[in-house]
């Protein structure tokens, strides 16, 4: 496919990683810019490939509840302008008026004795195991800083993970290759017949269990329910989402509190599992197996299912990463990308979106779509780390020296208000199309699916 006469691998690549009929990429059209193009790392190029094959997907679902073929579907038109702005939505949401805390006082990177290394505090429990591992004297960025100059990075890195805080070393290569996605078990029992769908809503009346945290996860069933999925957010009590974070990711979804450890909640999850046609999960690898939750569980006792895993440095990651905890802001650091990224002083950088979150959260709807219109019964696995292996290596290179900067362009088109739990929200939309609401207050909604 060509692009103002430049070849864009980046789309045929992912829908050729999800399965997807390669003719289909030749309708895939990229109108308007945005300012993800910037920069040695092919940001761009990785922003809009991930929203097109979810627009793919979308259109193929949609004909094939149409009783035609995926090849029925018209072409794909994508706006780069508002794919650029979705991909910082947190940076342009405004809570009643108030611009929200991206990052916290903690959180970012610390030159190190031997290098450097990035920290993660935005939630409360993560800022103070991190002050607890450290044994800091208070929980204050020069006192953080003070304390790692004295220790190595990979020093810091593991007194945080052992005391249950978010730490990683700054790595100066990239990371080993890993999938985009990884189809991890078919059963066989295309047993999902959804009938037809309302033009523009190709996921009418799918329902989505969503048991996602922060970006990545929830941007996948925000989507979902905007292309009309009933999603329902599943969360325990006892571990807080933070309330910006929510007003963010909340839009096409509701939000119900389930403590699996009391009998009661747990039979009211699974009567929410034995009549969900998706399973989208974003804990780390073998949390939800302790609950008997893990998807090779959950597609013996339910074979239609479709069950999307994310976690964030992938299932090959070399022990003891692959079941750690991680964000799209470490892994950068992890996977040698903020090294990459880098300044004229060394200090490490950022990409100009939290790319790695947004772009898995459109490739986990894709995946999602694509697995109900061949009927159900599959597993899949996307991780953060397999975004980021697909941006250093299987994308062409882009031409820039700082990851930071970007191209001037406007986000107002693509900005709206609209009313919601949290009051009135600045918000983007998503480049799939726009809500027509905006999100209840976190766990505040009754944990029951909505009539088909």
């Not at 030749?26 to 940001?43: K, T």
């Not at 038109?77 to 508002?82: I, K, M, P, T």
């Not at 985009?180 to 047993?191: D, I, K, N, P, S």
């Not at 490490?348 to 979150?357: F, I, K, N, S, T």
Request: charged share 20%; with cysteine; glycine share 16%.
């Amino acid at each position: 496919m060509t692009i103002g006469g430049e070849r864009d691998f980046g789309t045929g690549q992912a829908w050729e990683a999800l399965g997807g009929a390669p003719e289909l990429v030749e309708r895939v059209r990229f109108v308007g810019g945005g300012n993800l193009g910037e920069g040695p790392l092919p940001v761009r190029e990785l922003a809009r490939a991930a929203v097109a094959v979810c627009g793919l997907a979308a259109g193929e679902l949609g004909a094939v509840r149409a009783g035609g073929s995926a090849g029925d579907r018209p072409s794909l038109v994508v706006d780069e302008g508002a794919v650029a702005t979705a991909f910082v939505s947190e940076r342009h949401l405004r809570v009643a008026g108030r611009a929200p805390m991206v990052f916290a006082p903690l959180s970012g990177f610390w030159r190190a004795a031997d290098g450097w290394v990035r920290t993660h505090a935005n939630y409360p429990h993560h800022e103070a195991a991190l002050v607890r591992a450290l044994r800091l004297p208070s929980a204050t960025p020069e006192a953080l800083r003070a304390e790692v100059a004295g220790r190595t990075a990979v020093e810091v890195q593991e007194l945080a993970y052992g005391a249950g805080g978010l730490a990683v070393a700054v790595a100066e290569r990239y990371g080993a290759p890993q999938p985009l996605v990884e189809t991890v078990r078919t059963t066989g029992a295309r047993v999902r017949v959804l009938g037809g769908a309302p033009q523009g809503r190709p996921a009418a009346g799918v329902r989505v269990l969503d048991l996602t945290r922060v970006i990545a996860g929830p941007v996948a069933t925000r989507t979902l329910g905007l292309l009309g999925a009933d999603v329902l957010r599943i969360d325990p009590p006892g571990l807080p989402e933070a309330d910006d974070a929510y007003a963010d990711t909340g839009f096409g979804k509701r939000s119900a509190l389930l403590d699996l450890a009391r009998a009661g909640d747990r039979a009211v999850f699974e009567g929410l599992l034995a009549e969900a046609d998706v399973v989208v999960t974003g804990y780390r690898p073998g949390a939800l197996e302790r609950h008997g939750l893990g998807a090779r569980e959950l597609l013996e006792r339910w074979p239609g299912l479709v069950v999307a895993e994310l976690c964030a440095w992938g299932w090959r990651a070399p022990e003891p990463w692959a079941g750690r905890r991680g964000f799209d802001s470490l892994v950068q650091a992890g996977y040698g990308i903020a090294a990459a990224c880098a300044g004229p002083d060394g200090t490490p950088g950022v990409l100009p979106a939290q790319a790695l979150d947004h772009g898995t959260g459109y490739l986990v709807a894709a995946g999602v779509m694509r697995a109900l219109a061949g009927g159900g019964g599959q597993g899949l696995r996307f991780s953060l780390a397999g975004t980021g292996s697909w941006l250093v290596r299987g994308l062409p290179p882009a031409r820039g020296d700082g990851c930071a900067r970007a191209a001037e362009y406007s986000a107002e088109p693509w900005l709206r208000e609209t009313g919601s739990g949290y009051g009135v929200l600045r918000h983007a939309v998503s480049p799939c199309g726009e809500w027509g609401g905006g999100p209840s207050r976190w766990g505040t909604d009754r944990a029951v699916w909505l009539p088909r």
